[in-house]
């Protein structure tokens, strides 16, 4: 707490006020109680982070509010460079940030296989490696590990707007919060410089609630990820297809299938698609691949429409229960490692006609409902983002 106050100190700007919230039987030291600027409350709430951080949040009197863990640093200019992101129309900002150990020893940067790029950054006197943070995208915030890190701040206005963090959350009221500020259009400005550095030791959250951040990731991906799809297709000016969707197209999407008269897009799917290449930002395929006859002219077709960065989320029968075969109609057969040839370039390779590349975002089987379970009728939920120039992967993307 003594050198996350100093970090505060030793701001560029000095009419900041740090509001602590004290709990789980920890005090403040008495000299940094003290300065003025420091505002301590004790804690009644609920022993959850969204609801500590909400409580910190309702007694903060500035119009921006920013996050600083307890075992923390910011960088000398860090407030500077909040304050005019703010005074350039910001919502929300964050920024690259470094990780430092014991005695601020550097830790090694995170892997550039999952697409991290990183630089070197020298406080006070040490060369620590900065991560560069992801865009604050659909594809990104689909999980934790790509979502907004810290430094992260808002405007007061829009965090009261938004509902303040979820107090019921015990771990990932962050990404919670950063999430329902994307699909809220929430204006979202990334500062590519160093403002956060962060302590590493044996008590971090990370390492001590990882499964529950594991989980409640999972949870949020599930509650949100149509949505933010959606809504990055409809920020970019694309289209929103269902594939044989003559009967139940969903609102919002255009229906695309052989028997559709004038209500979409008439198109036999095992020829050449009528649609425009690169123009869909959702392609939405429900109970379809398994009707038509050729997988790999199916994924290609799926890839030449869609955008790079496009979401392709498909539902499908397995070939590892009753309900891929029962059905007379079914001429393809999927399960969840099919989809290992059109994402990873050791399985690809042996289908040469294939020109297609995808990253997976999720791929599971599952049974969606209880009569699916009893009659032994799995599914297979896979949701793709097609690959190609003007899309930054990042996560686990097999070459």
Known sequence: ??????????????????????NNGGRLPEDIHADPRVRVFSSNAP???????????????????VELDSDDLLTPRALEHIGQAFDQGAEFVFSNFAEFGEDFAPIPPFSAHYGWKSYEYEYRGRKLNAMRAPAATAQNLRLVEWAPNHVRAFTRDCYLRMGGHNIERVVVDDHDLCVRMYLAGVKMHHVNKCLYLYRMHPHNTVKTHWQLIRQGTWDIYNRHYWAMAQKWADDNA????DLGGAYHVPEGYTPVDIQIGTRGIQCDLNRTWKIPSDSVGVLRAHDVFEHLKNPIHTMNEAYRVLAPGGFLMVHVPSS???????????????????????????????????VGRFQKSRVQEWFPTPWH???KVPYVEAHLIKLGKGYRPYGEVLI
Not at 323 to 348: I, K, M, Q
């Open 238 to 241: 694309l289209s929103k297809l």
């Open 47 to 65: 022993p959850t982070i969204g609801a500590l951080k909400s409580e910190a949040c309702r007694h903060a009197r500035a119009p921006w509010l």
């Open 1 to 22: 707490m003594r050198e996350t106050y100093q970090s505060l100190v030793a701001q560029t700007v000095d009419n900041w006020e740090w509001v602590v919230v004290e």
């Open 320 to 354: 590892n229960g009753k309900g891929a075969f029962c059905d007379p109609t079914h001429v393809s057969f999927w399960n969840d490692l099919s989809f290992e040839y059109y994402t990873n370039r050791l399985y690809s390779k042996f289908i040469p006609r294939y």
């Open 373 to 375: 379970q009893e009659n």
